[in-house]
């Protein structure tokens, strides 16, 4: 299994539906985040979980809820999106909150298309 | 609020040739980590350099290398005999406490 990995890889929806993006570790880390990536802007910090509490909320809208069952999976539900959420939504994990080296690894996202 | 600023956002270079790409952050702290990653086509980002303020010597990993210039803040990484598997994203990033702050991204082309 790869360090990080997301599912779906590829997502379109309407702005009616309710989905959910899945993210998984296999690296025993202890701390777990989502970001967002919008061309031409700098990757947006979602939100953080560390031991499974989360540690941080960025002013992300209510439409996108996160869940971390667990240290190594962390969800982020979608409903009622708008088009601008369209984006590439990383997944990361790390030990300690950014890092004992402030080294975080990432999957490959999984690119949303809201229609 | 705190920036990273890479300025810009392609650049293209021939393979075998060296390239350097910029970046330019905003802090009042004295000791913060800072990083490159590189997150190829595939979309898995990566931690290429890394480089602790506190430290004077210019980090070095193989053919890539950081010109770290703290009272100007600035920190570009270099990369030396471009190869093809060198184009990618580049983000520039900042630690600052438990958040790591991230630029734009300089996309980086690789010249056959």
């Known amino acids: 299994e790869t360090g990080v990995t997301q599912t779906p890889r590829h997502l379109v929806m309407g702005m009616t539906n309710k989905k959910s993006l899945k993210c998984e570790q296999h690296l025993g880390h202890n701390a777990m985040y989502w970001y967002k990536q919008s061309a031409k802007k700098p990757l947006e910090l979602m939100f953080v979980?560390?031991?499974?509490?989360?540690?941080e909320n960025n002013s992300v809208p209510s439409r996108f809820s996160p869940e971390c069952p667990n240290s190594s999976h962390l969800f982020l539900h979608l409903h009622t999106l708008q088009p601008e959420d369209s984006a590439l939504y990383l997944c990361?994990?790390?030990?300690?909150?950014?890092?004992?080296?402030?080294?975080?690894?990432f999957g490959e996202g999984s690119r949303l298309t809201v229609l | 609020a705190q920036t990273v600023t890479q300025s810009q956002p392609e650049m293209s270079v021939q393979e075998a040739e060296t390239v350097t790409l910029s970046c330019t952050y905003d802090?009042?702290?004295?000791?913060?980590?800072l990083f490159w990653y590189k997150q190829p086509p595939s979309r898995q980002m990566i931690l290429v350099i890394r480089?602790?303020?506190?430290?004077?010597q210019n980090a070095t990993e193989n053919r890539f290398s950081v010109n770290f210039q703290k009272a100007a803040k600035s920190f570009s990484l270099k990369i030396s005999d471009s190869q093809l598997g060198d184009a990618a994203m580049y983000f520039c990033a900042y630690r600052r406490g438990d958040k790591i702050i991230f630029g734009k991204g300089t996309r980086l082309h690789i010249l056959p």
């Open positions: 990361a994990s790390s030990q300690g909150l950014a890092g004992d080296t402030g080294e975080l690894f």
């Open positions: 802090t009042s702290e004295s000791d913060y980590y």
């Open positions: 480089q602790e303020a506190y430290k004077q």
């Open positions: 979980y560390s031991l499974e509490e989360r540690v």
